[in-house]
């Protein structure tokens, strides 16, 4: 049992990040789908050492550069895994009339000017949020980020509890298209919030909230214009958590 929970960890780092892990003996397919309980504590392990990132660095360097290299840390360690997911549900939502030829969109390699816009306002704002938090605090800039990390992944996790797949067969980057268990999703979200304790009951609040509200847009618009979720709209949940979660902590310590 515990074993096969060890797996399903490795599986989750392997699936989302470039961090170098064991070599499973034994590999289950099933275990892409199963793992996503533990896809929040992957957000853990890349938030805090994105984190470290940001905190080295607003020792020796301008907030903005500071918060610059901790979003470089974390795309090196994801492999712009999730950013990848927010450009193509950008072009393919925003550039085709069709659901055909959404899917066929987003699943071109190539970068369009939806996507490519969508992406630089991402990790502008991203990063002018950081800025801001740690103009005030490194340290809570770098509670923010590991929060943002990590509950980011249960956002997604949840959305792929709630939505069908929308997706055409053979195109789902997470593997079995299944929907993921509402088991799974609690894991996910008891995990996700952990690194919330360190910050004010308000903070916590208003981040939750706004970053949910943002992370629904994905959500909504990816139900009505492909029947569903994909791997990209996942990313996308992702990315939209994080820019709704830094958003709201920048206006609340600005209150």
């Known amino acids: 049992m515990i074993r096969r929970e060890i797996n399903l960890i490795i599986c989750a780092v392997q699936f989302l990040t470039r961090i170098p892990t064991p070599q499973l003996k034994q590999f289950d397919p099933a275990w892409i789908q199963v ?3 533990y896809y929040s ?7 805090t050492l994105s984190a470290a990132v940001l905190w080295g660095a607003s020792q020796l360097a301008s907030p903005l550069v500071a918060a610059l290299l901790s979003i470089a840390a974390s795309m090196a360690l994801t492999g712009c895994f999730h950013e990848d ?18 899917l066929e969109i987003m699943k071109d390699s190539r970068l369009g000017t939806y996507g490519a816009s969508v992406l630089f306002l991402n990790l502008m704002i991203r ?24 509950f980011g992944r249960s956002a997604a996790v949840t959305a ?30 008891l995990i996700g919030i952990i ?4 910050l004010t009951p308000v903070m916590a609040s208003a981040g939750l909230a706004v ?13 009505k214009y492909l029947g569903g979720r994909t791997g990209d709209v996942l990313g996308a949940v992702e990315q939209c958590f994080e820019i709704g979660f ?3 902590l920048g206006a609340v310590i600005r209150l």
């Not at 509890?161 to 055409?168: C, E, F, L, R, V």
């Not at 195109?171 to 088991?183: F, L, Q, V």
């Not at 970053?211 to 139900?223: N, Q, R, S």
Request: overall charge neutral; hydrophobic content about 55%; charged content about 10%.
């Open 246 to 248: 830094l958003l709201a």
């Open 41 to 47: 504590l992957v957000g853990l392990l890349v938030g």
């Open 211 to 223: 970053g949910m509200m943002v992370a629904a847009v994905p959500v909504l618009l990816a139900w």
């Open 160 to 189: 792929m509890t709630i939505m069908p797949y929308g997706g055409n067969p053979g195109m789902a980057k997470e593997g079995n298209p299944d929907r993921a268990s509402a088991h799974n999703a609690i894991i996910a979200i």
């Open 127 to 150: 990063a002018a949020c950081l800025a801001t938090l740690i103009a005030v605090a490194p340290v809570l800039a770098a509670i923010a980020m590991i929060c943002a990390q990590s």
């Open 35 to 37: 793992s996503a309980r």
């Open 195 to 198: 690194p919330f304790v360190f």
């Open 85 to 102: 997911g927010l450009a193509d549900c950008a072009d393919g939502i925003g550039g085709g009339a069709t659901r055909e030829r959404r």
